[in-house]
């Protein structure tokens, strides 16, 4: 397992355990106590990824190391959903891990320039975020000083992180000594964003118990699973009649794909043979960039038999 699992387990859980502490001292529970971290891997096709320690460094103790390659198994690169924060790690020949993570302060982008008056990473708040780290050693006492250099990055529209150059110095709490690295690191080409399109047909049916028969498709640019619901609306005189049906689609990239099934009516009514309005949505999550994707479509479907 690569130190990143482990890392992002261990960052969640003192996270975690930090809200806790808080809760107990009174405090209220928000969104904001947890931290965000960088948890979208990208393949790496390109990276070099050097450091020098000084002797009284807790993180390195005095090691220095640099190497470079273009295996995936070699270097790893994890981003934010917000192009805000970014973790790079390099596998060293003797098979240990080193690792960065860089964060932009209060949020924002990160972007080239130079980070000043920085703050342990992801607890950085609105000041940069850094940490450097390998072969099982942090800054323990939880607290750095330093500063980062991005000298290039580009990041595409929609948060896919192409390449990233940069350059760091961190000194832990309580050491005597501090360490600096750099990085290169190039990824393939950005995926495209999934689209997703669904369809209900016009024509269902009614089963002998008053369920409705409704189906459609649904076409993705990415093989995805998509759950599709749909609500179901039949006027019957003073009455309406309700009901919902929710299916999961495995979708191919590329093809059209049929979804069906009954929709129960609420209440112990029936489904007749007529007219009734139904609203189709299809959801799904494009796991590259952390998104869910939701189309919506509302044909006006004939049960069994209908008049004009």
């Known amino acids: 397992m690569a130190r990143s699992r482990i890392g992002h387990l261990l960052l969640r859980a003192?996270?975690?355990?930090?809200l806790l502490v808080g809760l107990a001292a009174g405090g209220a529970a928000a969104d904001d106590d947890v931290p965000e971290l960088p948890t979208l891997q990208q393949p790496v096709v390109e990276g070099t990824f050097g450091f020098t320690g000084e002797a009284g460094d807790e993180v390195t103790q005095g090691l220095s190391e640099n190497w470079d390659g273009a295996e995936d198994q070699s270097f790893i690169v994890q981003r934010s959903s917000h192009s805000n924060m970014l973790l790079v790690e390099a596998k060293a020949p003797d098979g240990t891990w080193w690792g960065v993570d860089l964060g932009a302060p209060g949020g924002r982008k990160l972007t080239a320039g130079t980070y000043t008056d920085v703050a342990q990473f992801p607890f950085h708040g609105d000041r940069p975020g850094l940490d450097f780290s390998g072969a099982g050693r942090w800054c323990s006492q939880g607290a750095l000083t330093g500063s980062f250099t991005v000298t290039a990055v580009d990041w595409t529209e929609e948060g896919w992180?192409?390449?990233?150059d940069a350059r760091f110095e961190q000194r832990c709490k309580g050491s005597t000594g501090a360490s600096?690295?750099?990085?290169?690191?190039r990824s393939t080409p950005a995926p495209p964003v999934l689209k997703l399109s669904v369809s209900g047909a016009r024509t269902g049916g009614v089963t002998p118990g008053g369920r409705a028969v409704l189906h459609g498709t649904v076409r993705c640019t990415k093989t995805s699973s998509v759950n599709v619901a749909a609500h179901l609306e039949q006027q019957q005189g003073a009455a309406t009649v309700t009901g919902?049906?929710?299916?999961?689609?495995d979708c191919t990239a590329g093809r059209s794909v049929p979804w069906e099934g009954e929709v129960r009516p609420y209440g112990g009514a029936r489904f007749l043979d007529g007219w009734a309005d139904a609203t189709v949505d299809a959801?799904?999550?494009?796991?590259?960039?952390?998104?869910?994707?939701?189309?919506?479509?509302?044909?006006?479907?004939?049960?069994?038999?209908?008049g004009s």
């Open 14 to 18: 003192v996270a975690t355990a930090g």
């Open 244 to 249: 919902w049906l929710v299916e999961s689609v």
């Open 180 to 185: 600096r690295g750099y990085f290169h690191i």
């Open 283 to 306: 959801r799904a999550d494009d796991w590259d960039y952390a998104l869910e994707v939701h189309v919506q479509k509302a044909p006006r479907v004939c049960l069994g038999a209908c």
């Open 161 to 164: 992180l192409n390449s990233v």
